[in-house]
């Protein structure tokens, strides 16, 4: 079954510290791949997205995320975090249209907080 | 910017009541899904909606589950008989197609006793 990983449960970290959140999907074939932000009693926002192209995109608020198709992994990553970036973050997955339903499949989602 | 909404955003049921949670995707998109997330958990997929008919469904969108999109704008899931472990968030999301992503509602809290 297809599955989506994040390794980092809760991260910890003070502001202008650097963070990488990793994802890594089981899939094998052709996927699309989202990383979606959380924050505190709001929806889920999406931060950047990968079809296809040049594996490293950059997103929204200064996050930029890399494809490596060889290992299966598309972590996000911000060079100098602030206490607003405090929030659960949710990397994704689907399958485009070879699924007919371009429906995601989720990672169990990271809980970042950052101290000011 | 459009977006999804959600209503209610906390509902609180008896066990074996019925609930039915609206959505109003946003209107040119073609694509609707239900998601949930159980506290503490991921968010899980449990079905999609597409030309008026289910396209998927997961395990867990068993027969006490139901969807309708009734006039065109609202999509609502029908959960027929809660149970206790239906307690979750549950996420709508509207999708247009293409290279596009889908767009989540603010959820509905589902608290089942």
């Known amino acids: 079954a297809q599955s989506v990983s994040q390794h980092n449960h809760h991260v910890i970290l003070s502001e202008a510290a650097s963070l990488e959140l990793g994802c890594n999907y089981s899939?094998?074939?052709?996927?699309?791949l989202f990383w979606y932000v959380q924050y505190p009693g709001q929806h889920l926002q999406l931060l950047l997205k990968?079809?296809?192209?040049?594996?490293l995109v950059k997103g929204i608020k200064g996050f930029e995320a890399e494809f490596i198709k060889s290992k299966f992994s598309f972590n996000l990553r911000k060079p100098s975090v602030q206490w607003s970036d405090t929030a659960e973050y949710f990397c994704?997955?689907?399958?485009?249209?070879?699924?007919?339903?371009?429906?995601?499949?989720f990672g169990t989602g990271t809980r970042l907080k950052v101290l000011a | 910017e459009p977006e999804v909404t959600q209503t209610p955003s906390h509902q609180v049921t008896q066990m074996g009541q019925e609930v039915i949670l609206r959505c109003v995707p946003i209107s040119n998109h073609l694509y609707f899904y239900w998601y949930r997330q159980i506290l503490g958990q991921k968010v899980e997929f449990l079905v999609s909606f597409y030309n008026n008919e289910i396209s998927e469904k997961s395990e867990i969108f068993d027969d006490q589950f139901s969807v309708e999109r009734p006039d065109g704008s609202n999509f609502t899931l029908k959960i027929r008989s809660t149970k206790l472990e239906d307690s979750a968030m549950y996420f709508c999301a509207s999708y247009k197609g293409g290279a596009d992503t889908q767009y989540f509602g603010p959820g509905t809290r589902l608290t089942v006793l």
């Open positions: 990968y079809f296809s192209g040049d594996p």
């Open positions: 899939y094998g074939g052709t996927v699309n």
């Open positions: 994704a997955v689907n399958r485009g249209a070879t699924s007919g339903t371009y429906k995601y499949i």
